[in-house]
């Protein structure tokens, strides 16, 4: 399919107001500087990692070999023999030199709760922390599972963990206490950090009670710690439980880091995939940490002064990346938000890019699309002067959403960044740089330093090389943030990632490359779904469903949604024994209890036959078209081992 339908000439935003020449000047600063930068990180990669790694991060010895390894083995390996440690980075080197500059600025669920934490702070309470896990006996390469809201005490968490080079593995506090169960069984965590409570949007959140149940099941779990978020009366059970603050209030306020090795891992973070079972994705210290740092500066153009407000959960990878790692390495101050984008108002945003003079606000096309629907009288009457880049991730940014984010929010003086990237990337890998690359709106433009996308033949696997192409997204080179593994399963790793396309690191992701060189993402080839920007497993849905006693048979898949990119709709089957019993909404509250509330379906169908080939494989590509209302286009039924149920199952979605 060629791109020339899209009249990309009329849409071309050229580098806007607040960025040229207006101070700070733009690290790049124009097309032809980052063209010229681009070239020399693919010829020279060794010249130009190396030198970035030297000047943004602190070693503990210096490595000798910027890479080695690749994609053929699956063996990459960068800046081998250095030593560091993230936490030191992160945080000792700004406290030691600005201790009182605010590191993290706690934005809580009520708006008149906001806390401040300096890097002074930040670093005793990571030491305390730090030496309560050495009391209780945790050391390098033990994994613990950190659960817990959107509290600066989290990040506190992260950082301790890495301090020791403990792994750490943060599960999404919307995530139910099964799946819980299953990231900790699979880690082995010794430990569960977590909250008595959350606060979102106005609802408590039973986390402790989450816990209780996940751990039942984790017989390698020590200790639960518990941070008291509310107060709340909760079971507690010592010496089991511990309680976060009588802990923290045993330990000295320092604690030595440990030096790691370049390539010791950093952390782990689960994320979904082609089948039921999530994976694992393993992060490793430095070449993650200058993944995240470079494009943190080089992607939101960062100066010191800024304020950044990433609104993703920290509990996601680009909270992982923009939330903590990226802007605390930069020793940026960075915005912790617990709340919703609609609580109390759909003004919630813009009130707290006005209140804290947020200079660089990032967040997902859904938000926006939320609010755009909520009407541009919400934004007004809030200062949005302090912007300078807002940025977007997770999905595909349709046309109309990102014009309102331009002249609404933007003023039309504010350079979009909309960043393409995965958990398993680390860190931006395609994206508009502010102040040098004109942006098209739907685009992430051209690739970060250092990544040379290639769009392949998704049959015959060849580079298709020139413009005006499409294909399926992949990686040419090794980059240091890309993940190394997944925990324990290094042959998934290779099977889902390199042996697709023998060569090249593969992103699951379809791409258009227009006639200007840039690129469109267009979606997920495989059984991943986005909702949302949350990345969801047709198989883990499906297995969410079967492990209901009435369900017999399930489906799940993806269809286009205005909102949410895409939401799910389930078609099951029924024992016979339970199809009184049961309807829609057992169905649901299945999913909620596994998996969790956002990845229940919107809607679900229970039909008497599911579509079938001959050989019993179900055709999700029909349920998709029903659901779709396109009834017309189902296209050749005649592998259909009964065909005569379409029209009913066409009747049960016409008729929902
Ligand atoms: C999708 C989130 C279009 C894509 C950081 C990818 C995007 C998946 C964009 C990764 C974007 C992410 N435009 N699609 N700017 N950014 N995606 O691992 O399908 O939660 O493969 O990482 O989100 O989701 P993940």
């Known amino acids: 399919m060629s791109t020339d339908h899209l009249n990309i000439e009329v849409m071309l935003h050229p580098v806007p107001e607040r960025l040229t020449p207006s101070t700070p000047t733009p690290y ?14 693919i010829t020279h990669p060794t010249l130009f990692w190396g030198k970035l790694a030297k000047d943004m991060l602190h070693w503990h010895k210096p490595f000798e070999t910027v890479v080695s390894g690749g994609f053929l083995e699956g063996d990459v390996t960068w800046f081998a023999e250095g030593e560091l440690n993230a936490t030191y980075n992160c945080v000792d080197r700004h406290a030691k030199e600005n201790p009182d500059k605010i590191a993290i600025i706690y934005e ?46 989290a990040v506190v968490a ?5 301090r020791l080079g403990i792994i750490h593995s943060v599960v999404f506090a919307g995530f139910s206490a099964e799946a819980l169960r299953d990231r900790i069984q699979d880690a082995s965590s010794r430990l569960v950090i977590t909250a008595d409570e959350g606060r979102r949007g106005g609802k408590t959140i039973h986390t402790k009670k989450i816990v209780d149940t996940a751990v039942k099941e984790c017989p390698t779990v020590e200790h639960v710690l518990v941070f008291r978020r509310t107060g709340s009366e909760i079971p ?95 020793g940026a101050t960075t915005v912790l938000f617990e709340s919703t984008p609609v609580y109390p108002t759909p003004s919630r945003y813009w009130q707290i890019v006005d209140k804290h003079k947020i200079t660089q606000f990032y967040t997902a096309p859904t938000a926006i699309r939320l609010l755009r629907r909520h009407g541009r009288e919400h934004v007004e009457g809030y200062d949005l002067s302090s912007l300078r880049v807002i940025g977007t991730v997770g999905e595909p940014i349709n046309p109309e959403a990102w014009e309102w984010y331009y002249e609404v929010v933007g003023k039309k003086k504010c350079a979009i960044v909309d960043t393409y990237w995965q958990t398993e990337t680390g860190a931006a890998i395609i994206s508009p740089l502010p102040g040098a690359i004109p942006t098209k709106p739907g685009s992430a433009t051209l690739p ?25 997204l992949a990686v040419k080179k090794p980059w240091p943030s890309l993940a190394r593994t997944i925990y324990n399963n290094h042959h998934r790793y290779l099977d889902t990632y390199l ?111 599911l579509p079938k080939t001959r050989s019993g494989k179900i055709m999700r590509r029909i349920l998709r078209k029903i659901s779709e209302k396109e009834e017309d286009q189902l296209g050749d039924l005649s592998t259909l081992s009964d065909p005569s149920i379409i029209p009913t199952l066409i009747e049960k979605v016409r008729n929902s």
């Open 158 to 162: 992260f950082l301790a963990c890495a």
């Open 236 to 330: 507690f059970k010592a010496p089991y439980d511990l309680w976060w603050h009588e802990e923290l209030e045993k330990h000295r306020p320092y604690c030595v880091p440990e030096v790691m090795n370049s390539e010791d891992p950093l952390f782990l973070l689960y994320t979904s995939g082609s089948t039921g079972k999530p994976k694992g994705i393993l992060h490793t210290t430095a070449g993650y940490l200058l993944g995240a740092a470079a494009t943190f500066k080089y992607v939101f153009d960062y100066h010191p002064n800024d304020i950044f407000g990433c609104m993703a959960d920290i509990g996601w990878i680009t909270g992982h990346t923009y939330i903590v790692y990226g802007p605390l390495c930069n």
């Open 28 to 41: 790049v600063n124009s097309m032809e500087q980052y063209q010229k930068l681009y070239k020399e990180s």
């Open 448 to 472: 970060f330093f250092g990544i040379e996308p290639v769009v392949l033949d998704p049959i015959t696997g060849q580079e298709l090389k020139s413009n005006n192409v499409e294909g399926v």
């Open 108 to 153: 809580a669920d009520e708006p008149d709760q906001s806390r401040y934490i300096s890097y002074g702070v930040l670093l005793r309470d990571v030491c305390r922390l730090a030496n309560t896990l050495k009391s209780l006996g945790l050391k390098k390469g033990d994994t613990v599972a950190i659960y817990l809201p959107m509290v600066p005490e």
């Open 499 to 609: 042996s697709q396309y023998k060569g090249y690191y593969f992103t699951g992701d379809s791409v258009g490359r227009d006639k200007d060189g840039y690129y469109w993402i267009r979606g997920r080839v495989d059984d991943v779904i986005n909702v949302a920007g949350h990345r969801l497993s047709t198989a883990e849905i499906e297995s969410a469903l079967i492990t209901h006693e009435s369900v017999a048979e399930a489906a799940v898949i993806g269809v286009k949604d205005d909102l949410t990119t895409n939401a799910i709709h389930a078609f099951t089957t029924l024992k016979p024994r339970f199809a009184d019993t049961t309807d829609e909404k057992d169905l649901i509250l299945q999913v909620r209890k596994v998996i969790g509330p956002f990845a229940a379906p919107k809607k679900i169908y229970i039909v008497n036959d």
